[in-house]
């Protein structure tokens, strides 16, 4: 732990907490009275600062806009029945972000750094936080090249920011999803690991297509063979088959979730055999045909657990068994927000108490 951080705070000179309504709260499209901003020049990190939420002063000619030098971070802070704030697992996500600085060439951040910024934009917009069931407060730490300079190589110059909104569930319904056979999300050696901006750019004319043809979702597949599963959408795909919960292994081309780590931790906990390992799209029809796939849900901090309710592929649909009868995604949610919503005890210390 470093000392407490110095953050210069300009306080707006009126919230929009009155005007805001908090039973209509579309994902990503709200947002707090604040922002924090930091500057990296000179090969440090300086000016971190909260200041009313709104437009940052750009030149046209930044490298984030051009070569894609920009990334993000998705974390979640939830309000307890007596009233306290807690942020769930933050340290992951600040060991994450530094993945995600190295693999662009961008600078890091300290982790206490990163914690205490988004712990102190959440301190200072506790009122934002909405204190209803499955809602939350979303964190969105990023950061981007700020050079003017047309020229490939990276930028001396950074802006790390973080902005936060109440957000409700992200998925009303479970997912019919699709295993996609074509394109590709990430390749062995690229960045799938990052939560780089550009993984998320490439994600969406599949997405787009899937949507057409009328998927909620789709399963990415394995650059070389299109034959194992990656992950779904932008959450980690996870499946409970003959009993075990299997999962594709963190390695580059995954994004290790903090939801997969801790629905991974609840599983051991309840002595559930965990496989992190390559999950063959045979091996889930097979058992989407056998019954013995009993469980398939998506992890992910906007999502939660999301459930699928059919998987499609090469054209023909498996449905799978009726969600509300799968005791394990049921049990890791039910568990999951008694954690984070301080109604059990915290046994792992995954809340940050802000
Ligand atoms: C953010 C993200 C996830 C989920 O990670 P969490 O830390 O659980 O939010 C999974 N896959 C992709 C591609 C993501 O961008």
Not at 185 to 212: D, F, V
Not at 301 to 330: H, N, Q
Request: charged share 25%; proline share 5%; with cysteine.
């Amino acid at each position: 732990m470093t000392d407490t951080l110095d953050i210069k705070i300009t306080k707006a000179a009126q919230s929009r907490l009155a005007e805001t309504d908090f039973n209509n709260l579309p994902f990503g499209k709200v947002f707090s009275d604040h922002m924090l901003v930091a500057d990296y020049a000179d090969g440090e990190w300086k000016n971190f600062e909260i200041l009313p939420y709104g437009p940052i002063l750009m030149s046209p000619a930044i490298s984030a806009l051009h070569y894609g030098q920009a990334f993000f971070e998705g974390i979640k802070a939830y309000k307890h029945a007596n009233g306290e704030v807690s942020i769930f697992r933050p340290d992951k996500n600040a060991i994450r972000f530094n993945k995600s600085a190295e693999r662009l060439c961008m600078p890091t951040l300290p982790e206490d750094i990163f914690v205490q910024s988004i712990a102190a934009l959440v301190d200072i917009d506790r009122e934002w936080i909405p204190g209803k069931p499955n809602h939350a407060l979303y964190i969105r730490p990023f950061m981007f090249a700020t050079d003017a300079f047309l020229g490939v190589t990276p930028s001396a110059t950074y802006k790390f920011v973080v902005i936060v909104g109440p957000v409700g569930p992200y998925f009303s319904k479970p997912l019919k999803v699709k295993i996609e056979t074509h394109y590709t999300r990430a390749a062995e050696g690229g960045m799938g690991y990052a939560k780089a901006a550009g993984n998320y750019g490439s994600s969406m004319l599949p997405a787009r297509k899937a949507t057409e043809e009328g998927f909620d979702q789709l399963i990415w597949t394995d650059a070389k063979e299109h034959k194992y599963i990656e992950e779904m959408g932008a959450a980690n795909a996870m499946f409970l088959l003959d009993g075990k919960l299997i999962t594709a292994e963190a390695k580059d081309t995954i994004l290790d979730g903090v939801t997969r780590d801790t629905v991974i931790a609840l599983a051991k906990n309840w002595g559930i055999p965990v496989e992190e390992r390559k999950v063959s799209v045979a091996e889930l029809i097979e058992g989407a045909k056998n019954g013995k796939l009993t469980d398939a849900f998506g992890a992910g901090t906007a999502a939660t657990i999301a459930s699928v309710a059919s998987i499609t592929y090469e054209g023909v649909e498996y449905p799978l068994s009726d969600p509300a009868t799968r005791e394990f995604s049921k049990k890791v949610l039910t568990t999951l927000d008694d954690i984070k919503y301080g109604r059990a005890e915290d046994a792992h210390g995954w809340n940050y108490t802000v």
